[in-house]
């Protein structure tokens, strides 16, 4: 018997300015079509890259405007980037919009990797991982009702705690958006998800099998059971012939076809182990989530 899987999507990030009067139809689209999530990228700036300067809208921001606006879907960030804020005001952040959203929140974390808009906004870029590490306990045990004291080379902490407390009846989920090694070690011992973008998996069923091994095998190293690690992974979907909207992934073959035949696709990456799937959709909008509808059905 094939195994369950979340189908989500991802709304646009820079492939064109979308108001927020779209943003609320392309929401309620995909709640009133049967998916499960939806989700947002957490960049600033998008510059030397050989185009223009671009960038989305603010993250947090946003998510809370479209938890109040949806009513069953989840939502989080794809994936917050932790260095953008200090890792107690993330988490407090976070339990605002989990409280918005009545508890649908996913908090979807990582260390960032564009430079650009590091120094465009003035955050510090270098030992990223390592203040991730140190971010990243703070934040996990923040929403997870600790209350914190932490002194290291990057934060300094006294008696942190989230008031008001979650109304929520099971713990906000902990999603990490990383391959690297270092991170992955720091993370798998707690995290309640782990997710992969399209490029890093070749947006086939076979690269993602090949790093949900991987996962697997480092979850283990460090006495997780690997069970207890949901496997999310992002895929490129052309939703209709597509005017390029997808310029950061000119290389990547988007999953293509009837409706039907892109549903049995991403079964196909279930069947490689992924608990979910995030549509990556080229192009994206209203049009596009409602077309593709029937890829949630089981």
Same mark, same amino acid.
């Given at each position: 018997?094939?195994?369950?899987?979340?189908?989500?999507?991802?709304?646009?990030?820079?492939?064109?300015?979308?108001?927020?009067?779209?943003?609320?139809?392309?929401?309620? $689209?995909?709640?009133? =079509?049967?998916? &499960?999530?939806?989700?947002? @990228?957490?960049?600033? !700036?998008?510059? *030397?890259? #050989?185009?223009?300067?671009?960038?989305?809208?603010?993250?947090?921001?946003?998510?809370?405007?479209?938890?109040?606006?949806?009513?069953?879907?989840?939502?989080?960030?794809?994936?917050?980037?932790?260095?953008?804020?200090?890792?107690?005001?993330? $988490?407090?952040?976070? =339990?605002?919009? &989990?409280?918005?959203?009545? @508890?649908?929140?996913? !908090?979807?974390? *990582?260390? #960032?990797?564009?430079?650009?808009?590091?120094?465009?906004?003035?955050?510090?870029?270098?030992?990223?991982?390592?203040?991730?590490?140190?971010?990243?306990?703070?934040?996990?045990?923040?929403?997870?009702?600790?209350?914190?004291?932490?002194?290291?080379?990057?934060?300094?902490?006294?008696?942190?705690?989230?008031?008001?407390?979650?109304?929520? !009846?099971?713990?906000?989920?902990?999603?990490?958006?990383?391959?690297?090694?270092?991170?992955?070690?720091?993370?798998?011992?707690?995290?309640?998800?782990?997710?992969?973008?399209?490029?890093?998996?070749?947006?086939?069923?076979?690269?993602?099998?090949?790093?949900?091994?991987?996962?697997?095998?480092?979850?283990?190293?460090?006495?997780?059971?690997?069970?207890?690690?949901?496997?999310?992974?992002?895929?490129?979907?052309?939703?209709?012939?597509?005017?390029?909207?997808?310029?950061?992934?000119?290389?990547?073959?988007?999953?293509?076809?009837?409706?039907?035949?892109?549903?049995?696709?991403?079964?196909?990456?279930?069947?490689?182990?992924?608990?979910?799937?995030?549509?990556?959709?080229?192009?994206?909008?209203?049009?596009?989530?409602?077309?593709?509808?029937?890829?949630?059905?089981?």
């Amino acid at each position: 018997m094939r195994r369950p899987l979340r189908i989500g999507v991802q709304l646009p990030e820079v492939e064109r300015v979308v108001r927020w009067p779209e943003y609320i139809a392309m929401a309620r $689209a995909a709640e009133e =079509s049967g998916f &499960d999530s939806i989700w947002l @990228g957490d960049h600033l !700036l998008y510059r *030397g890259d #050989g185009l223009p300067d671009r960038a989305p809208w603010e993250a947090w921001t946003l998510l809370a405007a479209l938890a109040a606006v949806t009513e069953r879907v989840a939502l989080g960030p794809l994936v917050a980037c932790a260095g953008f804020h200090p890792p107690a005001l993330i $988490a407090k952040m976070a =339990s605002t919009v &989990d409280e918005v959203s009545g @508890g649908r929140f996913v !908090l979807g974390l *990582g260390a #960032g990797w564009n430079r650009a808009e590091f120094e465009a906004f003035g955050i510090p870029f270098d030992r990223r991982v390592s203040r991730f590490e140190s971010s990243y306990h703070i934040i996990r045990s923040l929403v997870r009702g600790g209350r914190i004291s932490a002194s290291d080379e990057f934060v300094s902490m006294h008696e942190a705690v989230l008031l008001p407390t979650s109304a929520r !009846l099971t713990p906000m989920p902990v999603m990490v958006g990383s391959n690297g090694a270092r991170v992955l070690r720091a993370t798998l011992p707690t995290a309640d998800i782990w997710n992969t973008w399209f490029t890093e998996c070749g947006n086939t069923p076979e690269g993602f099998a090949t790093l949900n091994d991987r996962v697997t095998s480092i979850a283990e190293a460090v006495g997780r059971p690997a069970g207890e690690v949901e496997r999310s992974v992002c895929v490129l979907v052309a939703s209709r012939p597509s005017a390029g909207g997808r310029t950061n992934a000119p290389e990547t073959s988007p999953v293509t076809g009837t409706v039907e035949q892109i549903r049995r696709r991403l079964h196909e990456f279930a069947d490689a182990g992924a608990d979910e799937v995030i549509m990556v959709l080229d192009p994206i909008d209203e049009q596009a989530i409602r077309a593709l509808a029937e890829v949630t059905l089981i």
